[in-house]
């Protein structure tokens, strides 16, 4: 109650305080219908949020782990190449990632984490990497930071297609095709993605393949916009995706397993623009569906299968263009079946409110405020403020602090037998403080940051030797990022320079021993250099060692080495018309054939290639 | 101004970039003993990230190698290391992928690979020129059960003995297998006798999830059944657990010592007319003429663990020997001195350590 007169007071002070200006609406509806970054943008400016643009999303026709990879501080763990790969966000673990899908949250039900190599990078116009707790606007499971899959409507006249083929190293096929057109009034896109690997690379240095390691996927998107009137917006967003991999044995022991996946994603937005305000309902269905084959052979499958349907209203208000609050209600219904886990229910309802304050050029600031009930526990109430100072033209500060939550899933609840009725879900605060210099040439990011974690859900064996969850151990992360970006040209030479480096210190703080997979160290950086038709790059990833068991001994049986790897491409442009161009891409993974394992036993591939052809008409 | 800045961060990524090179110290490797006649093996599991691995201690508790066989071997075992035979100079080492690992006992040089013709083994027993694997087959499927016979001259599987569900532990007496059948992924009460002469099976009734065996001084079999305990179904599910005393001429039932409803002992060992078995973090024992269950303990296990789960046990010469299991890390040996009753020596093992073996 009081935290809410606080809130209310503020309101009042600075709409009376201020002075008004005015922004055209042109501009403003403009960017509220074709950026769906806006939102992320302006009530999260004291948030460090990276945006990976089209430009590099469609370098290649990667999967979404290789790019965030390469192009973000986040660390993957990957069940050897192109199978299950999880993010670790600030050395916090695979559920702690939360991953908005146009603004709904995918995460699954069953284990609370998205799987990045069932993403085609290239279905999606942006990709945007928030650092930090933001449970407040995104969720259960943003605790380490959130990443956003935007897909944007393209509301003029246009008619462009994209097709790429690829073929590589391993029997790997892609295809890729894209359609967008639409005018003023209505815009349309569909894309459509194969992707096909027989995936036996050797593993070096020894007579052996990576058998049993075959995946094979079909993505589909395709989004409509249409302005029913100048100020009624209609929207909807589709995505299907079935996937069949085989499941690789390790350097060990061989594998007979095989694993489906079907996820299906729709959503229905209404947007009604005002001078002041805009309003959004939104309908989504979700459903994910898994079965696992302990035997390729075999028929014998155990399956789940999750579904949930939302309905979310977001109502964002601008007072004076100084003051924007935002309110959002969200009801979500969810329902499970199983073979290990029955047929579980869950309904929940959230409540948020979010304002953001500008002061002036230099200083901007918000306050969050988020409240979930839901049926089968008790949610925290969750908060956050953060602010952004502009020192200079050259130099901003921004800080933030945040509490955050993670709810427990259906496997852990529900999994037969283990399954612990009694979890509570994971609370977590977090503060960060970040710096950006912006020489034009070159741009200098820095944060530190802070994460404590209580009660966090642990699968243990218990005293009978059964494995069950259990909210159990305490955990901090500190840390440190750096991102560097420099551009050069002279002439008709343009090189461009990124770099991202991390250090993770994440500590069981009842052991105080390092969590496992988590690096002390990771760095990645690229250089690309453009000459006329001509484009090539240069990446060089390098990952410091990690432990895999608790008590964090240094030996081959209980730790990985740190790696590093290198990726060459080059591509040329033919542009035979004005509508038609041609391009032939080529790349190079593995330049230095280096032997490394991301996740123990599982040994990554050897050098490889790929040629990629890309028509765009 | 703006030089100078630049120059310094690049400076500061580069220290940063150099610096990960030097943060991991290779710890150094055990020398291998090379001479493991006179002492204990531990098989260690291991989980889907580490290898299982086999940890030796001399008798003398003084001398501990762990990852033995890939320290001989320069490989690894495989994932899911089920158990060890001993037959003659060779150990028999049972991997759950479908592996048997034939290596010198007294050296650990491995000599053959068997991995063809089983499918999820789990024990091995010798009788003659033959080995007897039980082999759960799928898991899934309750009828695919079988006991793989393989011709110990050429390490092939020549034949195999379909039996129930989840056959787990096999002891060989008297041209005769005893088969304990745990049930795998279900639950099953059956102890299978099968001839060797005729591959002909016999079936004991017994308390649910028979696992552990052993003969005592009057050559009986005494079967160590931990009963049903599916706590999570709605409503829970229990069977009584006991300890049944076999009469292998007539496969007779002699005595059935049943526990209370809500005791589950999973562990059992014998030595010198003591039977003792573990419930509860607590060792019990009785003499094998007794017809009563004990109603004290004779110690309680003190495991250092956040999280204990007692995995295994033996006995010899009045020494207790105990596994605290951990799947995350290196496991614990717990050993014990049954004349004074206390414990003498923890050590860190292998991963997942379950069953322990006198070489």
Not at chain 1, 299 to 308: E, M, V
Not at chain 1, 517 to 538: C, D, Q, R, S
Request: aromatic share 12%; charged share 20%.
């Amino acid at each position: 109650m009081k935290k809410n007169s606080l809130l209310l007071l503020i309101i009042i002070n600075s709409f009376c305080g201020l002075a008004q200006t005015t922004m055209t609406d042109s501009i403003q509806k403009l960017d509220v219908v074709t950026l769906s970054d806006v939102k992320l943008k302006k009530y999260n400016s004291g948030f460090k949020v990276s945006i990976l643009n089209d430009s590099i999303i469609n370098k290649s026709t990667s999967s979404l782990t290789r790019l965030l990879a390469l192009n973000s501080n986040i660390y993957f763990k990957e069940f050897g190449s192109g199978m299950l790969s999880s993010p670790s966000f600030r050395g916090t673990n695979s559920s702690q990632t939360a991953v908005m899908w146009n603004g709904i949250n995918i995460n699954s039900q069953l284990n609370g984490q998205t799987d990045f190599n069932n993403e085609i990078a290239s279905n999606y116009s942006s990709i945007a990497i928030r650092s930090g707790g933001g449970s407040v606007q995104y969720g259960s499971g943003a605790i380490g930071g959130s990443v956003h899959l935007n897909n944007t409507l393209k509301f003029s006249n246009h008619f462009e297609n994209n097709l790429r083929i690829a073929y590589g190293s391993f029997n790997t096929e892609k295809i890729n095709y894209l359609l967008s057109t639409g005018n003023s009034k209505w815009t349309t896109s569909i894309g459509l993605s194969y992707l096909d690997s027989k995936n036996d690379y050797k593993f070096l240095g020894t007579d052996r393949r990576n058998e049993n390691g075959a995946f094979n996927s079909v993505n589909l998107t395709a989004n409509l916009g249409y302005f029913i009137s100048e100020n009624n917006i209609l929207k909807l967003y589709h995505n299907s995706y079935t996937g069949n991999r085989n499941l690789p044995g390790t350097i060990a022991s061989a594998s007979r397993e095989k694993y489906e996946s079907d996820n299906l994603r729709s959503l229905l937005e209404w947007t009604y623009l005002s001078k002041n305000y805009n309003s959004k309902l939104k309908i989504a269905h979700l459903s994910e569906t898994y079965r696992y084959f302990t035997n390729t052979d075999s028929n014998l499958f155990s399956f789940g299968k999750a579904r949930s349907l939302i309905v979310k209203h977001d109502f964002d208000y601008t007072f004076s263009n100084v003051i924007n609050v935002r309110s959002v209600l969200d009801y979500t219904n969810i329902k499970g079946i199983g073979s290990s886990f029955g047929s579980p229910k869950r309904d929940a309802f959230s409540a948020t409110l979010i304002l953001n304050h500008k002061v002036g050029d230099k200083l901007n600031y918000g306050f969050n405020i988020r409240k979930d009930y839901t049926t089968e526990f008790k949610s925290p109430l969750v908060l956050s403020a953060d602010a952004k100072y502009d020192v200079s033209k050259k130099y901003t500060i921004k800080l933030n602090g945040s509490k955050n939550f993670r709810v427990p899933t259906f496997n852990d609840l529900y999994w037969q037998p283990g399954g612990n009725l009694d979890l509570k879900p994971e609370t977590s605060y977090q503060g960060d403080l970040g710096q950006i210099l912006d020489l034009r040439a070159a741009t200098f990011t820095f944060n530190a940051y802070y994460i404590r974690t209580s009660n966090m859900i642990q699968w243990r064996p218990n005293d009978s030797g059964l494995w069950s969850p259990i909210n159990v151990n305490n955990a901090e992360s500190y840390g440190t990022e750096l991102e560097f970006m420099a551009k050069h040209n002279f002439a008709s030479h343009y090189f461009n320079f990124k770099a991202n480096y991390s250090y993770t210190v994440s500590k069981d703080l009842d052991t105080g021993k390092q969590l496992v997979y988590v690096p002390f160290h990771k760095g990645n950086t690229t250089l690309t250099y453009n000459y006329k038709k001509v484009t090539a790059y240069y990446q060089h990833n390098i990952i410091g060692g990690v432990f895999t068991t608790e008590d964090n001994i240094n030996s081959s049986f209980f730790s990985l080495d740190p790696y590093d790897v290198a990726n060459l491409g080059f591509s040329y442009t033919f542009a035979s018309n004005l509508d038609t161009n041609y391009s032939l891409g080529l790349e190079a993974n593995n330049i230095y054939n280096k032997y490394y394992e991301n996740v123990a036993l599982r040994p990554m591939p050897n050098r490889n290639y790929q040629i990629q052809l890309t028509i765009k008409f | 101004m703006k030089l100078s800045k630049l120059a310094f961060l690049a400076l500061l990524i580069g220290t940063i970039f150099t610096s990960c090179e030097s943060v991991d110290d290779a710890v150094e490797q055990e020398e291998p003993l090379q001479s493991y006649e006179n002492g204990i093996f531990i098989s260690g599991e291991g989980s889907t990230s580490v290898s299982g691995s086999v940890s030796f201690l001399s008798n003398d508790l003084s001398n501990l190698e762990n990852e033995v066989y890939s320290n001989v071997n320069d490989e690894l075992l495989g994932n899911y290391f089920q158990s060890i035979g001993f037959n003659g100079d060779l150990a028999y080492l049972v991997v759950d992928s479908g592996n048997i690992v034939i290596v010198n006992r007294s050296t650990f040089e491995k000599q053959e690979i068997i991995s063809t013709g089983l499918v999820t083994p789990r024990y091995i027993a010798f009788s003659g020129n033959r080995g007897y694997v039980t082999n759960w087959g799928d898991p899934n499927i309750a009828t695919d059960d079988f006991i793989a016979v393989i011709n110990l001259n050429s390490n092939i599987v020549e034949t195999i003995i379909p039996v129930d569900e989840g056959p787990e532990q096999v002891l060989a007496k008297d041209g005769k297998l005893y088969v304990s059948h745990k049930g795998g992924f279900n639950v099953n009460n059956k102890i299978s006798v099968i001839n060797v002469s005729d591959d002909t099976v016999n079936t004991i009734i017994v308390n649910d999830a028979p696992d552990e065996m052993i003969f005592d001084a009057s050559g009986n079999l005494i079967v160590l059944s931990s009963g049903k305990n599916l706590f999570w179904e709605m409503p829970p599910v229990e069977t009584e657990a006991s300890i049944t005393k076999i009469n292998v001429s007539d496969n007779s039932i002699l005595s059935n010592l049943v526990f209370p409803v809500g005791s589950h002992p999973s562990l059992m060992a014998y030595e010198n007319g003591t039977i003792y078995y573990i419930l509860n973090d607590e060792l019990y024992g009785f003499q094998d003429i007794e017809t009563t269950l004990p109603s004290t303990s004779l110690l309680s296990l003190d495991p250092t663990s956040t999280a204990p789960f007692m995995y295994g046990m033996s006995v010899k010469n009045d020494r207790l020997f105990v596994t605290d299991a951990s799947f995350t890390g290196q496991s614990e040996l717990l050993i014990y001195d049954l004349n004074l009753m206390i414990k003498i020596k923890t050590l860190d093992v292998a991963l997942g350590a379950s069953k322990i073996y006198f070489n």
